[in-house]
């Protein structure tokens, strides 16, 4: 039986740090369209309480939206180790976390463009998403490419990411993304 390996170790790291941290969403469990829509739109109620901005709830929501449709889309399917995916506040800002298994082609992918698109700078970042914004189409699947690039881009890279491989063509994929929210309250 495979544990996940990052939902205690994220929790962990929330729990230690400021006294002042608060989640502010969990989701714990296989991720459907149903519950992306139950979460967004708690995640906009709950932000609003929290004075945020409206142009800051709406990046926030576009980013958490991409993370959760991420983890529906190329979800592996266990009993063992389930997806997450946790809003969580702190006196510097806001932190996106997510983790699900993912298959080794999931990887490759993973791997390859979140490298890329860290070692970008601004313009060319924006260049990249703008192109692919305007010029890709959608696939029968519905994934036109453009979800880990609006994370990467709207987040302005502030992310990292950990795989680790748990069996032979299973890896579980974690993600942070921190947004400053230092001028995104009333």
Request: neutral net charge; aromatic residues 8%.
């Amino acid at each position: 039986m495979m544990e996940n390996p990052k939902i205690r170790e994220v929790l962990h790291k929330i729990s230690v740090k400021e006294s002042s941290v608060n989640n502010l969403v969990i989701v714990y469990g296989k991720m459907t369209q149903e519950i992306i829509l139950s979460t967004v739109k708690l995640i906009e109620r709950k932000l609003m309480l929290e004075n945020f901005t409206r142009g800051y709830i709406t990046k926030v929501k576009m980013i958490g939206t991409e993370i959760m449709q991420n983890i529906s889309k190329h979800q592996q399917y266990s009993d063992e180790v389930a997806p997450y995916f946790i809003l969580n506040a702190d006196n510097n800002g806001l932190h996106l976390y997510s983790g699900n298994l993912i298959s080794d082609e999931s990887k490759d992918y993973l791997s390859k463009n979140l490298t890329q698109y860290k070692l970008l700078n601004k313009a060319e970042l924006r260049a990249i998403y703008s192109e692919t914004f305007l010029n890709t189409s959608l696939t029968k699947e519905g994934n036109a490419g453009l979800g880990l690039l609006t994370i990467v881009y709207k987040s302005e890279q502030n992310i990292t990411h950990d795989l680790v491989q748990l069996s032979n063509g299973a890896y579980h994929y974690s993600l942070e993304v921190f947004l400053n929210a230092t001028l995104n309250k009333n």
